[in-house]
């Protein structure tokens, strides 16, 4: 009897690979590589990604016989699920496998901005000791803006308390007493633009958030504001971004997602008030792990004409 085919399109854990075992035929491709991606895509069950295969409704096309297509993740924005749902392709994500990853990036990307760590490391390193010119801000009694008070957002939130931080946050969807609960202050945008120390985006990429912090928000910022994004590129405008830096209406930004990606090469690194990585938020051995299994999971299921519940 032949084996459903699963196509792994892009890096899954060895617990992952674990779970779908011997029952099915697993085959890999590089999905960032579309001459690969369609091709390979003719006689799959499933197919299982990350963040740099566009599973689009060409892709979806390409695979007749595609009855699952999973995301080891949380954002869908690279799935054209209404293609998916009309071809009768279900969708299934990973939503809680990296949340504390992500987070946990977050943290480290606000720090790294807030004491020039990373930019330092490098001056170090090529045998420059320089204290005065790295001289940073403390976070104790700053104002830390979060925009999207979901499930990421949140943990920002619960990581950040200690540091004495006043936390204030946009999110249209949150109650403000729900806010309050966890010490946050909901408000609009343009107030949480126009006080915070800090912007922290989590929130997905759609039609509403692309763009959401461009030139004119970055008009209304303090000049001391530092801006971190670990969610998806383009929420934050990158060239109204370099601008604001460059003409000092910004003071620094921690950057893990990019408009397109992978990106080596944007005008944001040559900016030494800019720490960046590369979307490396959800890149933990913890969170991959926790991805791979639920995938996998849902996939076995889904295959079996069994019900997914959410992972
Ligand atoms: C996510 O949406 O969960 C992350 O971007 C995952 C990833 O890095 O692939």
């Given amino acids: ?7 792994v399109a892009e890096e899954l854990s060895e617990a992952g690979l674990a779970v779908l075992g011997a029952d099915f035929e697993v085959r890999h491709t590089d999905g960032a590589d579309r001459s690969q991606l369609l091709p390979a895509l003719a006689d ?32 869908l924005d690279n799935v054209d699920v209404e293609a998916a749902t009309k071809a009768g392709v279900m969708v299934v994500n990973a939503p809680t496998s990296n949340i504390t990853s992500a987070a ?29 010119k ?8 700053k104002v830390v803006g979060i925009l999207g008070l979901g499930k990421i957002g949140q943990l920002v939130a619960q990581r950040l308390q200690p540091f004495g931080v006043e936390l204030i946050a946009y999110d249209p969807y949150l109650p403000p007493a729900r806010a309050a609960q966890m010490g946050v202050k909901l408000l609009s945008l343009e107030e949480v633009i126009r006080q ?20 004119k928000e970055l008009h209304e910022v303090k000049p001391s504001v530092r801006i971190i994004n670990v969610a998806r590129g383009g929420i934050v405008d990158e060239g109204a971004l370099y601008t604001a830096i460059k003409e000092g209406r910004v003071a620094g930004a921690g950057l893990d997602v990019f408009a397109k990606e992978p990106c080596t090469d ?30 996998a999971r849902s996939v076995k299921l889904a295959l079996a004409g069994e019900f997914v519940p959410d992972a």
Avoid: C
């Fill in 1 to 7: 009897m032949t084996k459903p085919v699963v196509l």
């Fill in 44 to 75: 799959v069950d499933a197919l299982i990604v990350r963040s740099a295969t566009q599973v689009d409704a060409e892709a979806i096309a390409a695979a007749p016989k595609l009855r699952v297509v999973a995301r080891a993740g949380v954002g």
């Fill in 104 to 132: 946990e990036q977050t943290l480290a990307l606000i720090l790294a901005s807030a004491r020039n760590t990373a930019q330092a490391h490098a001056a170090l390193k090529n045998g420059e000791w320089k204290r005065s």
């Fill in 134 to 141: 790295y001289t940073g801000v403390e976070l104790d009694g």
């Fill in 196 to 215: 915070a120390d800090f912007i922290t985006v989590h929130l997905p990429k759609s039609k509403e958030t692309l763009g959401l912090i461009g030139d």
């Fill in 266 to 295: 944007s005008p944001l690194f040559e900016l030494d008030q800019v720490v960046a990585t590369p979307h490396l938020g959800a890149s933990t051995h913890e969170a991959q792990e926790k991805a791979g299994t639920q995938v």
